[in-house]
């Protein structure tokens, strides 16, 4: 089956533009994350969706980062008006629901976002 | 707030020898997870680790858990080449969500 797609793969931006990025889960994954991870770096967690249920959002780290999920699926991270410390790449997960059983988080390719 | 460190953050070793990977965490977890991430690529989940005493094994690499001590182990057993990769640990607050990442473990093998 289809793992965790990420599009794009790699994307170059001016500073003080927006970008957007896709995170197609594993179908039937009801728990999806949003990561972070800078050169050399551990992972910064941003966002979290479960269900239907309201996002936690407390790793966003400025209000010019949103993410939304549609439908329970699909996810979307927006960032407005880019720096060059958003430079890093960009990681989505799912998982089955509720962190029941112990499932892991199942991670995509990531996109690599550079601003320039 | 839930930290996770992990030592060392860099280990080269020769092939055959044996090695330990130490992830420290901070405050009360109920899940404690082992990644490998290979150069360019996206993490690839090891164990999952529920429980105290917990000890799971794969190969040359066996993880184990002790949550008194909060202190889980990935232990390198005859190392491979192939191993090469970048080792993290990740573990979840009891009652959160996130999964909070060590650093991780740049390992080489040389041969």
């Known amino acids: 089956g289809a793992g965790v797609s990420q599009s794009p793969s790699n994307k170059v931006t001016e500073k003080g533009k927006d970008v957007e990025l896709r995170c197609d889960p594993i179908?039937?994954?009801?728990?999806l994350y949003w990561y972070r991870q800078s050169l050399g770096q551990g992972l910064e967690f941003l966002i979290y969706?479960?269900?239907?249920?309201?996002?936690?959002k407390s790793g966003l780290p400025s209000d010019r980062f949103s993410a939304e999920r549609t439908g329970g699926s699909v996810s979307t991270l927006t960032i407005q008006r880019t720096q060059q410390e958003d430079s890093a790449v960009y990681l989505c997960?799912?998982?089955?629901?509720?962190?029941?059983?112990?499932?892991?988080?199942?991670f995509g390719n990531g996109t690599r976002l550079t601003v320039t | 707030e839930l930290k996770v460190e992990q030592n060392p953050l860099f280990l080269s070793m020769q092939e055959g020898k044996n090695y330990t990977i130490y992830c420290n965490y901070s405050?009360?977890?109920?899940?404690l997870y082992w990644y490998r991430q290979d150069p360019g690529k996206s993490l690839e989940s090891l164990f999952v680790?529920?429980?105290?005493?917990a000890v799971k094994q794969e190969g040359r690499l066996m993880a184990s858990l002790d949550t008194k001590a909060r202190l889980s182990t990935l232990h390198i057993t005859a190392a491979v080449h192939d191993l090469s990769a970048t080792y993290f640990c990740?573990?979840?607050?009891?009652?959160?969500?996130?999964?909070?990442f060590g650093k991780g473990t740049k390992l080489s093998v040389i041969p």
């Open positions: 990740a573990a979840k607050g009891a009652g959160s969500y996130q999964l909070t």
């Open positions: 680790l529920l429980s105290n005493g």
């Open positions: 997960a799912s998982s089955l629901a509720g962190w029941t059983g112990g499932s892991p988080l199942h």
């Open positions: 405050t009360t977890s109920d899940r």
């Open positions: 179908s039937g994954h009801t728990a």
């Open positions: 969706f479960q269900g239907n249920s309201a996002p936690d």
